[in-house]
C-alpha cells in the first residue's frame, strides 16, 4: 500500500506543462459588462450593425436569465463584473502572411507544439490559431479556397460570408439556449468559421488551436461548422492556458450545421490549466457544443480527451433531425486533484431510423469528482431508431467520486435503447497478471488505462492520438488505486 | 428550477392544520407544515417530480379535506389473498377498522397495534423511532403525510423471533360516493435476529377519485430478516404516493417486491439505507400498465458501511398511454468499501404511444467497489415471436408467453409459495385479458 500511497503523491503532485505566459502586449477591454463593453467589442471588429443588433439582443436575454445550478459541481460564485470580456494580441496591422505575424507569438505556438509555418505542410492540417480569443493566424487557406471550401476566423466571416453567417448563426445554439450561450451570443470575440460546399471532401484536418494568455480574461469564442450535402470534415480543437492564481471563465459555443448526407467528425483535445493541486486558480470550462443533422442520412461524430480545467461543464449534443442520420460521441475524462469534471452528451432523436452511440470513460483520481450526465431522448415519430451507451468510471485512490446522470426517454415502441454502466478500480487481479509476465506496476497501469480508453483515443485522428496519449500518460502513469 | 407551488390549494391545505385534531405527534406535525410552508408541493419543473404531475392532479381534480369521509365497507373477503392464513389489518379511508381487521400471531411473537393506539399509551418505541427514517424536508409529500397522518399501524417484532404468519395491510378507499384522501404511516421495527414478512395492498372502490399518501419506515436489526411485497392493483382514479424507507444494520437482509398494475398516478419513493456491514437486500419491481397509468419508480439505495451488497431489479412492460418512470439511485460512501451494487432496469414498450423515462443514477466515492446499472427499452424479439407461431402458437398466445418470461424473474424475492401464487396469478391475468 505504500507504494501505491508514493506512487498516488507523484501523480498528484505533477505541474501543468503548458502553464507558461508569454509577454504578450495586449489590447484589452476595460472590466465588466454591460451595453458599451458589448459595443465596445462589435466595434473594435469592424462589425456590421446587423452583428451589433444580435450582441444587444443576446446581451439583453442574458440579463434576465440567471445562473444555473444544476450541474454536480461547485464553485464560488462569479462575479460577471469582474471580467474582462475582450483582450486582444496587438498588431500594428492585420499581418498579411506568416512573416508579419508577432513573433512572440509564433514562439507561443511553438512551445504548444503547432508551428503554424510551412512545417504543417507535411502533415497536412491546416491551422486556426486564436489567442485570448482572437483569431492570429489561419493557414492553408488559399489550397481550401480552390476547392471552395472557407475556413477562417470568424470575423473575417462576418465582414466576407455575411450571408452564410446571418442564416447559420444560432441555428443550431440558439442565443436563449442557456445561460452561458447567451453570454457568448454578446460577448464573443472570434473563433473558427468553416464551410465545405456540396459533394467536397475536405482534403486535410481543419484544426484551431485555443490559447488564454493575458490575465483575468475571459474566453468567448465561437465555431460554426457548416457542412453541406455529401461533403466531409473532420475538425479538431486543442486548448491550453498559462498557470494563474485566479479563475478564468471560458464560455464557448460549437454548431455544427450537417446537411443530407453529410459527414462531420470533431475531435478536441481539452487541457485548460487545472489549478493547482489545493484547487488554486484554473479554468472554468463552461461550453455549449452541438450539432444538428438537418438532413438525411448526415453524421456527426463528437470525440473528446478532457484532461485540464478546473471545472468543465459541457455536453456536446446531437438532434438528429433527418431519417437515417447518426450521431456518436466519445469521451475520455480524466480529472485530478481538486478538479471538477460533469459532462457527456445529448442525443435527440427527432427523425426516423436514427442511430446515436455514446461511448464514455471516467477516470477520477486525488480529491476529484467525475460525472457522467448523459440523455437519450427518442421522440415519438423517430420509429425505429438505436442507442447504444456505455458509461465506465475508473476510480484511482479513495477520496474521489464517479457519478453517473443518464436520462433516458423513449416515446415510441418501435426503438431500441440500451444503457450500461460501471464503477470500479483496476482490479488487483489483472495487475497481478501483468505482474506475473514481468511487467512492473506503473507499466501495468499505464496498459489498463490506455486498454481502457482505448475505444475513445482510437476514433480521435493521428495528431491527436499522439497527444491524448501523451496527456493520458502524463496524468495517470503510476497511479494505483 | 422553482419547486413551490403558490396556488390556492396550498395555502388552503396549510390553512387546514389544526392541533385540535391532530394531537399525536404534534412537533413533527408543526414541522412538517412548517416545510410545507417554504417548500410547496413540487411543481412541474422539479427534476424529482418531472414526469409525475400529481401536484397538478392536487389541485385539479381534488377538494381538500382532513376528515375522513364515510364508508359503507362491511366485507373484506373480495380483497384478501385466498389460502393465505395471516394477520389481517385494514384500513379504510385512511382509518384503522378494528373490526374488519384479524390478528392471528400471539402477542409474544409480535406485538400489532394501531398507531394512534401505540401513541396514546405511551409506548417508548413508538416515541424515539416515529419519523425518524423518513425526511420529510427531502419531499414534500413526505412532509403533507407527515402533517396529516390520520392513523397508521405500529409492528414491533421481540428479539430472535420468527413470525410465522404474514401480516397483510389492505389499504381501502371507499370512493363509492365521494372522493377519499387518505394519509397513513407505518412504524416497523424487527429486533435482532428476528424475521418478519409483510404484504400490502391497495384498492379503491368506487368511481370516485382517492388520494392516498402513505409513508413507512421500517428498522432492520442486527441479524434481522425482512419480507415485504407490495401490491398496487388499484382503480384509473387513485393517486397514490408512498414513501418506503428501510434501514438495515450489520447482517440483516430484506427482499422486497413491488407489482403495480394499476392507478391513476402511482409515485413509489423507496429508499433502503444500508448502515450496517454485510447486509444483503434484494429488490425487485414490476410494472405492467395499460390505459392512461403513469407509475413512477424513484428508488434510493444508500451504502454507508462496508462489505454490503445489493440488487435492484425493476422490469416494466407497457401498453396504451401508460406512462412507466424509473428513477434508481444508487450511493456508495466514502466508508463502504468492498461493496457489490448492481441495478437493472428492463422495459417493454408494446404501444407506440406509451412512454418510458428512466434515470438510473450512481454517484460512488468508494473506489474499492463493484457498481454497475444497465437499462433497456426494447420489444419484444421477433426471432422468438416467429419461432413460436411457427409452431402453431397464435400471436397472442405468443405475445403472452413471451412476456410471462420476461417478468418471471422479478418474482425471486417472494418466498411464500400463497403468495407467489397470487402475484402469479395477477400477472397472467394482465397478460391474458389486457394486453
Redesign the interface.
Known amino acids: 500500500m505504500s507504494k501505491d500511497n508514493q506512487l498516488l503523491e507523484e501523480l498528484t503532485s505533477r505541474e501543468y506543462e503548458h502553464g507558461w505566459n508569454v509577454a504578450l502586449e495586449t489590447d484589452s477591454a476595460p472590466k465588466g459588462l454591460n451595453e458599451d463593453i458589448v459595443r465596445f467589442i462589435s466595434e473594435r471588429k469592424n462589425e456590421p450593425e446587423w452583428m451589433l443588433e444580435w450582441r444587444l439582443k443576446a446581451f439583453r436575454l442574458w440579463s434576465k436569465m440567471t445562473e444555473?445550478?444544476?450541474p454536480n459541481v461547485t464553485y464560488p460564485a462569479i462575479n460577471y463584473q469582474d471580467i474582462i470580456y475582450y483582450s486582444a494580441p496587438k498588431q500594428s496591422a492585420k499581418p498579411k502572411n506568416l512573416e508579419d505575424v508577432d513573433p512572440e507569438l509564433i514562439k507561443t505556438f511553438e512551445k504548444l507544439g503547432i508551428s503554424l509555418t510551412e512545417q504543417k505542410r507535411l502533415t497536412g492540417v491546416a491551422v486556426d490559431a486564436v489567442i485570448d480569443s482572437v483569431s492570429v493566424a489561419t493557414t492553408f487557406k488559399e489550397k481550401l479556397g480552390e476547392l471552395g471550401i472557407i475556413f477562417c476566423s470568424f470575423s473575417e466571416a462576418v465582414r466576407e460570408h455575411p450571408d452564410l453567417i446571418k442564416k447559420y448563426l444560432g441555428s443550431v445554439v440558439p442565443m436563449s439556449d442557456n445561460y452561458f450561450a447567451a453570454l457568448n451570443s454578446a460577448v464573443f470575440s472570434d473563433g473558427s468559421f468553416c464551410y465545405i460546399p456540396k459533394g467536397v471532401r475536405c482534403p486535410m484536418e481543419l484544426s484551431t488551436y485555443f490559447r488564454i494568455n493575458a490575465a483575468n480574461t475571459g474566453q468567448f469564442e465561437r465555431t460554426l461548422i457548416v457542412a453541406e450535402e455529401g461533403s466531409y470534415v473532420s475538425y479538431l480543437e486543442g486548448c491550453t492556458a498559462p498557470m494563474r492564481d485566479e479563475n478564468q471563465l471560458h464560455a464557448a459555443v460549437v454548431e455544427i450545421y450537417a446537411m443530407k448526407d453529410a459527414h462531420v467528425k470533431y475531435s478536441t483535445v481539452q487541457n485548460w490549466y487545472p489549478g493547482d493541486k489545493e484547487g488554486k486558480g484554473g479554468i472554468y470550462n463552461f461550453v455549449t457544443k452541438r450539432a444538428l443533422c438537418a438532413g438525411d442520412n448526415s453524421k456527426v461524430s463528437w470525440t473528446q480527451v478532457e484532461t485540464g480545467s478546473a471545472i468543465t461543464w459541457k455536453y456536446p449534443s446531437c438532434v438528429l433531425k433527418g431519417d437515417n442520420s447518426s450521431g456518436e460521441f466519445y469521451s475520455v475524462a480524466v480529472t485530478n486533484n481538486l478538479q471538477q469534471a460533469d459532462t457527456g452528451t445529448k442525443m435527440i432523436h427527432i427523425g426516423k431510423n436514427t442511430k446515436s452511440r455514446i461511448v464514455s470513460k471516467g477516470i477520477s483520481a486525488g480529491r476529484s469528482q467525475n460525472s457522467y450526465r448523459g440523455q437519450v431522448h427518442i421522440m415519438?415519430r423517430a420509429e425505429g431508431s438505436r442507442n447504444f451507451s456505455q458509461c465506465d468510471?475508473l476510480?484511482?485512490?479513495?477520496?474521489?467520486?464517479?457519478?453517473?446522470?443518464?436520462?433516458?426517454?423513449?416515446?415510441?415502441?418501435?426503438?431500441?435503447?440500451?444503457?450500461?454502466?460501471?464503477?470500479?478500480?483496476i482490479g488487483e487481479d489483472q495487475i497481478f497478471y501483468c505482474q506475473q509476465r514481468g511487467i512492473d506496476e506503473e507499466s501495468a497501469v499505464a496498459l489498463i488505462v490506455n486498454g481502457y480508453a482505448k475505444e475513445v483515443l482510437n476514433q480521435l485522428p493521428m495528431e491527436f492520438a499522439v497527444e491524448a496519449q501523451k496527456l493520458l500518460a502524463l496524468t495517470l502513469e503510476g497511479s494505483v488505486? | 428550477m422553482s419547486t413551490v407551488t403558490t396556488s390556492k390549494s396550498l395555502s388552503e391545505i396549510i390553512g387546514s392544520f389544526s392541533s385540535a385534531t391532530f394531537n399525536e405527534a404534534l412537533d413533527s406535525r408543526k414541522h412538517a407544515v412548517e416545510i410545507l410552508e417554504t417548500k410547496g408541493l413540487p411543481a412541474g419543473k422539479n427534476e424529482e417530480y418531472r414526469f409525475t404531475p400529481i401536484t397538478r392532479a392536487i389541485e385539479n381534480v381534488f377538494t381538500w379535506k382532513t376528515e375522513s369521509a364515510p364508508s359503507s365497507i362491511t366485507s373484506i373477503d373480495p380483497f384478501l389473498i385466498e389460502g393465505l392464513d395471516a394477520n389481517v389489518i385494514v384500513f379504510v379511508n385512511g382509518k384503522y377498522s378494528e373490526s374488519l381487521s384479524r390478528i392471528v400471531s400471539p402477542e409474544s411473537e409480535v406485538s400489532i397495534k394501531s398507531l394512534r393506539e401505540a401513541f396514546n399509551s405511551n409506548i417508548e418505541a413508538v416515541n424515539t423511532n416515529f419519523n425518524t427514517l423518513v425526511n420529510p424536508e427531502a419531499d414534500s409529500f413526505a412532509a403533507l403525510n407527515t402533517a396529516f397522518w390520520q392513523d397508521g399501524l405500529f409492528v414491533h417484532v421481540p428479539a430472535s423471533t420468527r413470525v410465522e404468519k404474514p401480516i397483510v395491510i389492505l389499504h381501502l378507499n371507499d370512493a363509492i360516493q365521494h372522493q377519499v384522501i387518505a394519509h397513513t404511516r407505518l412504524l416497523i421495527i424487527l429486533e435482532t435476529g428476528s424475521k418478519l414478512s409483510v404484504i400490502e395492498k391497495f384498492h379503491t372502490t368506487g368511481e370516485q377519485a382517492s388520494l392516498h399518501t402513505f409513508t413507512e419506515e421500517i428498522e432492520v436489526k442486527e441479524n434481522a430478516a425482512l419480507e415485504y411485497c407490495k401490491v398496487q392493483n388499484d382503480t384509473g382514479k387513485a393517486y397514490q404516493v408512498i414513501n418506503t424507507n428501510i434501514r438495515q444494520a450489520d447482517s440483516s437482509r430484506v427482499d422486497t417486491f413491488t407489482l403495480t398494475l394499476g392507478g391513476q398516478i402511482i409515485r413509489n419513493n423507496f429508499a433502503i439505507t444500508i448502515a450496517g456491514e454485510k447486509c444483503e437486500s434484494h429488490f425487485n419491481g414490476l410494472y405492467m400498465l395499460n390505459g392512461n397509468t403513469l407509475a413512477d419508480n424513484h428508488t434510493v439505495v444508500d451504502h454507508q458501511k462496508p462489505n454490503s451488497f445489493s440488487n435492484e431489479m425493476y422490469k416494466g412492460v407497457l401498453d396504451g398511454n401508460s406512462k412507466g418512470v424509473f428513477n434508481g439511485k444508487i450511493f456508495v460512501r466514502p466508508q463502504a468499501q468492498k461493496t457489490n451494487a448492481f441495478q437493472s432496469n428492463r422495459n417493454i414498450a408494446l404501444s407506440p404511444s406509451s412512454t418510458i423515462n428512466t434515470k438510473p443514477q450512481l454517484e460512488i466515492w468508494a473506489d474499492d467497489v463493484k457498481c454497475s446499472h444497465g437499462c433497456t427499452i426494447g420489444q419484444l424479439d421477433e426471432e422468438a415471436m416467429f419461432y413460436l407461431q411457427s409452431r402453431g402458437i397464435d400471436k397472442s398466445t405468443a405475445q403472452g408467453m413471451m412476456l410471462y418470461a420476461f417478468t418471471a424473474e422479478t418474482l425471486n424475492t417472494i418466498s411464500n409459495e400463497v403468495v407467489k401464487e397470487y402475484v402469479d396469478s395477477l400477472i397472467s391475468e394482465r397478460l391474458h385479458k389486457n394486453f
Open positions: 444555473p445550478k444544476w415519438k468510471s476510480l484511482m485512490g479513495d477520496q474521489c467520486g464517479a457519478h453517473t446522470f443518464p436520462y433516458i426517454d423513449v416515446e415510441n415502441s418501435t426503438s431500441k435503447v440500451e444503457h450500461e454502466a460501471t464503477t470500479s478500480k488505486g
